[in-house]
């Protein structure tokens, strides 16, 4: 019996239309390599975030579709480290469905950044819309100096 036929499972589009109808890694656990079944994908894992430094605060942006606020957790750790984490579930199978395709990531993410000296890590604010978290950390103000101006004698 030939691999193709096998590798083509209940979860993978067969169309002649797909340009990737199977999972490459289908194939090594036909020939008997251990894969992770895990359902996370690097996509979800490795979840990026910008940063951005106003006059103001320091801004960050982490792109989280899907999850809602209550998967997610921002927390300042020791040494002005600020830890964005989350989880979104992979969901139910039930034996009746049919998979053609699973795409959507899952699975757990974490970033974490060291805040400046100038981050005031008591006012930290946190808020979500429609599947952006924004986390605002404000930031001291940089105290001009007094000047004195000095009338210059003729």
Known sequence: MSLIPRILGDRRSSSMFDPFPMDVFDSFK????PVSNSGETSAFANTRVDWKETPEAHVFKADLPGLKKEE????????RVLQI????????EDKNDKWHRVERSSGKFMRRF?????????????????GVLTVTVPKEQVKKPDVKSIEISG
């Open 30 to 33: 036909e020939l008997g390599f």
């Open 72 to 79: 997610v957790k921002v927390e300042i750790e020791e040494d």
């Open 85 to 92: 984490s989350g989880e979104r579930n992979v969901e139910k």
């Open 114 to 130: 060291r805040l400046p000296e100038n981050a005031k890590m008591d006012q930290v604010k946190a808020s979500m819309e429609n």
